[in-house]
């Protein structure tokens, strides 16, 4: 189902003003929605139903002929008791590989995770702050788009050799979260309720999303405060276990992290399958954000779930641990 309302550019639209927030607002409570056209453009698509879907789903269909980015849904997730007349402000957390976040129909596997069901009975238990959440789809491209590209560039030649002849596109990802942060950010403050600012933007994400995860608040640290960083994919390559890229990106990542007075961080990671890897590149990673200052409970946490696989069942089954840690009122 289209619901096309009204035709904005972007430019012409000022962010947070009070008569564009309440037109925007009345058009969802009307189950009617916008459609932004021009150098940054998402498209409203349909609200997206399902038996396995809580709350409300809104998506939303980014293409942008500049960028390097290819075109994606954008999902917009907002609670079951979502305040329709836009006197509640929502802090937002956006979260990569948005397929397998909120409807198991269309998630990997048949298997999401559960994000809808855990942010909603958490919000309604007073457990974290009124939060709506952005899955972001990944594309074929996934590898290349959420590898972090400072670090990427930094690595030996023969490194780079070796992950670019196993897993080719060398790395997007500058590209990537230049769309998240200057492209659906700022459409999702003009759109919904936000509160905009640093202070209230989170960001999450599972394997390599972990690892862009981390990389934007290295990049982004005005514009984000927390993410969580689940089975971070350290190795890069699935062939082998080893340091010749985790001690790369682990010491450029420590170079350029943010204060922790500010920001916060949160890692996991199970023991079974591709995760029975991860150990030593985590405990390498936990001591240097220790040394760097990232060592109190309310700026770093850091878990390991004996059993657990690489896999959005076990993501869905701890999911709350890191929203708990990140969007506490």
Known sequence: MLHVSAIFKLKTIKPN???????????????????????NTLLAQQVITGTTVTGTLHRYVFADSLSRISPR??????????????????AVLY?????????????FGQTEWRLDEVLDSLQQLKLIRP????????????????????????LKPEAKALIDNERPGGALSDAYLDVVFNQIKPFIDVIY???????QTFMMGSSMGGLISLYALTKYPDRVKSVACLSTHWPL???QNTTL???????????????????QIYFDHGTEALDA??????????????????????????????????NEFFWSKRLHYPLVFMLKP
């Open 17 to 39: 003003t009070i008569f564009i927030k309440a037109m925007f607002i009345l058009l969802l409570a009307n189950g009617l929605f916008p459609v932004l056209l021009g150098f």
């Open 277 to 310: 890897w991860y150990e030593p590149h985590q405990q390498r990673m936990d001591s240097l954000c220790y040394i760097n200052g990232y060592n109190t409970a309310k700026s770093f946490l850091s878990i390991k779930f004996s059993n657990h696989a690489h």
């Open 245 to 263: 890229f985790s001690h790369t990106y682990q010491d450029y990542f420590i170079y350029k992290i943010p204060n922790p007075m500010v920001h």
């Open 95 to 107: 979260v990569h590989d948005g397929q397998n976040l909120f409807n198991a129909q269309e998630a």
């Open 73 to 90: 849904n954008v999902d917009v997730w907002l609670p079951s008791n979502f305040d329709t007349s836009g006197k509640t402000k929502y």
């Open 131 to 154: 939060t709506i959440a952005v899955g972001i789809w990944n594309s074929s491209k996934r590898f290349a788009e959420y590898n972090p590209e400072a670090p990427y560039k930094l």
């Open 237 to 239: 390559s699935l062939k």
């Open 193 to 199: 309720p936000t509160k905009a600012s640093m202070s």
